[in-house]
């Protein structure tokens, strides 16, 4: 069974109309749950699914006795790199933009949670830390991407 937060239900539902608080795993999902859960706690898996315009990315972290934790977000995806076939935007040295990079794991989960309009609270709950850590990780992520503020970090990121 699903167990989501209203924000994590609106973002299932773009891909899968029917996924609703408590109902079944849509198949995919369960399918990287289970992939997940095939090793020790920690085991992540991720899947990435598209459709014009964006791009809905879920990781699933093995947290033990058959229970995963999903790690939703979007990305929005530029106009001129969705008409361009792959081969052609990669001959042409663009590759889509890739923020995110020299954040640690941790840092590019808060940091992608927060450009998708969590609090720190909010983050907190979903990630199993306290609000002060991801307070602590807000400031080496502003550091690190050169941003001060979470508006300029949604900018920075595409949300």
Do not use: Y
């Not at 972290?61 to 977000?73: D, E, K, N, Q, S």
């Not at 663009?94 to 992608?112: C, F, G, K, W, Y």
């Amino acid at each position: 069974m699903l167990a989501c937060d209203r924000q994590a239900e609106e973002l299932l539902r773009s891909f899968w109309g029917d996924v609703h608080d408590g109902a079944p795993m849509p198949a995919e999902l369960r399918g990287l749950a289970e992939g997940a859960q095939s090793g020790p706690p920690g085991v992540r898996r991720a899947l990435t699914m598209e459709r014009p315009g964006e791009r809905l990315r879920i990781e699933v972290t093995a947290v033990g006795r058959g229970r995963t934790h999903l790690h939703l977000w979007r990305e929005r995806m530029l106009a001129a790199l969705q008409s361009a076939p792959p081969a052609t935007v990669e001959g042409a040295g663009i590759e889509p933009p890739h923020v995110s990079d020299n954040l640690t794991q941790r840092e590019r989960e808060v940091a992608l949670l927060v450009a998708d309009g969590l609090r720190s609270r909010e983050v907190a709950e979903r990630l199993g830390i306290a609000a002060q850590t991801v307070k602590s990780h807000l400031k080496t992520i502003f550091d690190k991407l050169g941003v001060r503020n979470r508006v300029e970090l949604a900018r920075r990121l595409g949300a």
